[in-house]
T-cell receptor, first 112, second 114 residues
Framework: LAKTTQPISMDSYEGQEVNITCSHNNIATNDYITWYQQFPSQGPRFIIQGYKTKVTNEVASLFIPADRKSSTLSLPRVSLSDTAVYYCLVGDMYSSASKIIFGSGTRLSIRP | SAVISQKPSRDICQRGTSLTIQCQVDSQVTMMFWYRQQPGQSLTLIATANQGSEATYESGFVIDKFPISRPNLTFSTLTVSNMSPEDSSIYLC???????????FGPGTRLTVT
């Protein structure tokens, strides 16, 4: 069972780059790593997903080392609207042998 | 992407009663999921609801307590049965995108049991 561990909270300032790391020591071969963002009173929203190495989209980058036991979500030049809870998720929704497990979440606070 | 709606958005219920939560998707999807999120906590998967087959429940969740229906590819219901205050939580449904591993989440149903 690929349990994930994230920092409970992080603080940063507008315009800074923020890196949130998630540990998943027991990740399975078929598991993907996905990050979600959640604002209060809303369902989580997909940010980015990867299997290995680096993935980049218009919102964030995801760095995954070769052993895949951790991953780092990188948010460039954050703004106040990036204040939210960020969840790391490991699993393969299409595999009955894999469990979809959300991390504890990192509460990111951005200050002016 | 998919647009997901849930009904009701919130409810306050008496202990011992049951509540059925509806999840409607604007497109046909194969996989639907039901999660529970207790205040200030992360999401916990309750079950996977696939059309045409019985739902698959995660450890700690049983069909008698959380019966699920999936009558077609755009709709599912989750019933919280014989409720107790410990069932007070936010219940979310999500759908999986077969072209990727993304999930799209509904807005959630906030349940309070008194």
């Amino acid at each position: 069972l690929a349990k994930t561990t994230q920092p409970i909270s992080m603080d940063s300032y507008e315009g800074q780059e923020v890196n949130i790391t998630c540990s998943h020591n027991n990740i399975a071969t078929n598991d993907y790593i996905t990050w979600y963002q959640q604002f209060p009173s809303q369902g989580p929203r997909f940010i980015i997903q990867g299997y290995k190495t680096k993935v980049t989209n218009e919102v964030a980058s995801l760095f995954i080392p070769a052993d895949r036991k951790s991953s780092t979500l990188s948010l460039p030049r954050v703004s106040l609207s990036d204040t939210a809870v960020y969840y790391c998720l490991v699993g393969d929704m299409y595999s009955s042998a894999s469990k979809i497990i959300f991390g504890s979440g990192t509460r990111l606070s951005i200050r002016p | 992407s998919a647009v997901i709606s849930q009904k009701p958005s919130r409810d306050i219920c008496q202990r011992g009663t049951s509540l059925t939560i509806q999840c409607q998707v604007d497109s046909q999807v194969t996989m639907m999921f039901w999660y529970r999120q207790q205040p200030g906590q992360s999401l916990t998967l309750i079950a996977t609801a696939n059309q045409g087959s019985e739902a698959t429940y995660e450890s700690g969740f049983v069909i008698d307590k959380f019966p699920i229906s999936r009558p077609n590819l755009t709709f599912s219901t989750l019933t919280v049965s014989n409720m107790s205050p410990e069932d007070s939580s936010i219940y979310l449904c999500s759908v999986g995108d077969t072209r990727s591993y993304e999930q799209y989440f509904g807005p959630g149903t906030r349940l309070t049991v008194t």
